[in-house]
């Protein structure tokens, strides 16, 4: 489990901040990449009243590749053309705040279940 109250980033290009198999995560401030900031078989937010944000065309803020718990009261967001903010198999969301692709052709929340 990683709580994190600082800044976690990745400026190279293609970098992505976070990723392993199984990443569980409580975020209250900034967790930032470029072509994601989250990537993980299995995605577990149990918190996030901060920023979760990846900034690359294509890029994906959040890619839970199978499944995907988020609890979300401060802001996903991904920036590039054809951006995803929140990509996942199955995901289970709660929002109360924020989730956007600001990019031109960009989706918010992609699910295939």
Known sequence: M???????????????????????????NLITGDSGAINAFNVNI?????TIHATADS?????????GSISNAGKIQEDGVT???????????TNTNTV??????????????
């Open 2 to 28: 990683l709580n994190n109250a600082g800044t976690i980033s990745v400026n190279n290009t293609n970098g992505i901040a976070l990723q392993g198999s199984i990443v569980t995560v409580s975020n209250s």
């Open 83 to 93: 951006g995803t903010a929140i990509s996942g198999t199955q995901l289970n969301l």
């Open 46 to 50: 149990t918190s996030n009243t901060g």
């Open 59 to 67: 890029g994906i803020a959040i890619d839970a590749n199978d499944t």
């Open 100 to 113: 956007e692709a600001t990019g031109s052709g960009g989706t918010a929340i992609n699910f295939t279940e």
